[in-house]
């Protein structure tokens, strides 16, 4: 049985524009070292799929300096490995293939190239804002075991204990596992299925749902090709019962990462050996400690050099903590730079970004202060 992979690399771009405006939501630094794109291709690698396409369509530079070859994920084969799938690729015969998609159908219809010569049975499609740990191996046998035409991972939520600043897609199941309802809308109250955007269905059953779609102007999968055909079909919910958090707002990815200061959820997410979750590889010097520096509770990466206090906060690469600055509650990107005798607490800042001496910033977990790539506050 051969799988591959699917990897929608901007699809949800426009949900978190402060971090997207110069890269991908894949390529978004995330828990200190990763990027989003390598939990979505963790998952893959660590359930042997090996033939993975990644479906692109704007800013994703950034995007390919990260991934290059795939050698960090054991990628780079002769045979299968991964491939990026740009916008316009090939001639198309088709209007709607032949623009930059607009969702995840057109998204599809413009990699039919790459899904008809896969050679795979099966395919798993998967986007890049879910940040979880799931075994797709038991996902697929679920799948077969199920006899489905489709099997969509979902995430049991008691939604009344969260804040939705978009549009989800929400699944009805019923006790038989089967999906017999679906629908988006911005969730309230009760406890739903929400959709991880995570699919499995056989290769010839989605080149034919592609083919109906565009014979009938479908635009929306979930919508269209789920919804459409749910008294036709059957379509399975697969329950995920590990930690997950979908990125989709500035606000969510400041609560994602708070939460993996939290030795259980940072378990469950990157501490299973069976299931790692593996990274572009960088060598850089440890971190420099100065006399006086003090930290606590917090992830640092290499190349750090800490001169001042640093609680409750999430430190990526190169970063300079300047003596007599105090940072709290923070996410400070790759090599940005904090001068002397600054107060941050709820900053996010992104790569080279410089605060200089003697600031003092704040905003709140539900609206945390961000400074952008490059800029100097």
């Known amino acids: ?132 740990n799931i075994d797709l191996n038991d996902v697929m046998e679920d799948h077969i075991r ?72 479908y635009t929306s999968f979930h919508l269209d090709i789920i919804g459409k055909n749910l008294s036709k079909k059957f379509f399975h919910a697969y329950r995920y019962d590990g930690w997950y958090s979908q990125i989709d707002s500035l606000e969510k990815y400041f609560s994602a990462s708070m939460q993996l200061l939290n030795p259980d959820v940072r378990h469950c997410l990157l501490g299973n050996p069976e299931r790692e979750v593996y990274t572009k590889i960088r060598n850089s010097a440890p971190t420099k400690y100065e006399a006086g520096a003090s930290v606590s509770n917090s992830l ?20 300079h903590i300047s003596r007599g600055t105090v940072v709290r509650n923070s996410i400070l990107l790759q090599d940005t730079y904090v001068g002397a005798n600054v107060s941050l607490n709820c900053v996010i800042t992104d790569k080279n970004a410089s605060v200089r001496d003697d600031r003092v910033l704040s905003g709140h977990e539900t609206m945390p202060f961000f400074i952008g790539k490059g800029m100097t506050v």
């Open 1 to 132: 049985m051969k799988i591959a992979g699917l990897v929608f690399s901007n699809i949800h771009d426009r949900t978190i524009p402060e971090m997207t405006r110069m890269r991908t939501m894949a390529s978004i630094p995330f828990g200190c070292r990763y990027r989003l794109i390598d939990f979505a291709l963790s998952n893959l690698v660590n359930s042997e799929i090996t033939n993975i396409g990644v479906i692109t369509h704007y800013n994703y530079q950034s995007l390919m300096d990260h991934i290059g070859g795939g050698k960090d994920w054991d990628l780079a084969r002769r045979s299968g490995g991964i491939k990026i799938l740009p916008p316009y690729i090939t001639a198309y015969e088709n209007a709607v293939a032949a623009k930059l998609y607009t969702s995840r159908l057109e998204a599809l219809l413009g990699a039919q190239n790459f899904i008809n010569r896969c050679g795979a049975d099966y395919i798993i499609l998967s986007d890049c804002d879910a940040v979880l």
């Open 146 to 217: 199920s006899g489905a035409f489709l099997t969509l991972v979902t995430k049991r939520m008691d939604v009344s204990k969260l804040q939705f600043s978009h549009e989800r897609d929400i699944a009805v199941v019923d006790n038989d596992g089967r999906i017999t309802e679906i629908d988006r809308y911005i969730p309230k109250t009760g406890e739903l299925d929400i959709s991880t955007n995570i699919m499995v269905l056989r290769r010839s059953d989605l080149q034919n749902a592609l083919n109906e779609a565009l014979a009938r102007g």
């Open 300 to 319: 640092i990466a290499d190349g750090c050099v800490i001169e001042g206090t640093v609680e409750n906060s999430i430190l990526f690469r190169g970063v």
